[in-house]
């Protein structure tokens, strides 16, 4: 079965850290563009950032720039999604997709996984 699988949403105070794992089951995230999207209650999906495997090209929304930092370990064939000095705006919950040219700005991505809930919270 193909599929992504997200891990490592929790809860945490405001100020802290989290750090989000996306595996792939059934296919290898080698040849496509990773990204991480978020959706917040009763808001849109957005994007949060993204990483290229061709051309390492990395993307941040503003929100997190300076903050979150996005990596791959293609031996583990994993993306991360280090996660830090959260506040209560960055609650939601938190999901991977995949494709071959994929883009922050869109939602057409081909594969997206079932998503991590993340809650910043005192």
């Known amino acids: 079965q193909v599929q992504l699988v997200e891990s490592g949403g929790g809860l945490v105070q405001p100020g802290g850290s989290l750090r989000l794992s996306c595996a792939a089951s059934?296919?290898?995230?080698?040849?496509?563009?990773i990204g991480w999207f978020r959706q917040a209650p009763g808001k849109e999906r957005e994007g949060v950032a993204s990483v290229s495997r061709k051309d390492g090209r990395i993307n941040y929304a503003d929100s997190v720039k300076g903050r979150f930092t996005i990596s791959r370990d293609n031996a583990k064939d994993t993306v991360y999604l280090q996660m830090n000095n959260l506040n209560p705006e960055d609650t939601g919950v938190y999901y991977c997709?995949?494709?071959?040219?994929?883009?922050?700005?869109?939602?057409?991505?081909?594969?997206w996984g079932q998503g991590t809930q993340v809650t910043v919270s005192a």
């Open positions: 059934g296919f290898t995230l080698d040849y496509y563009v």
């Open positions: 997709a995949a494709d071959f040219a994929g883009s922050l700005d869109s939602l057409k991505w081909y594969y």
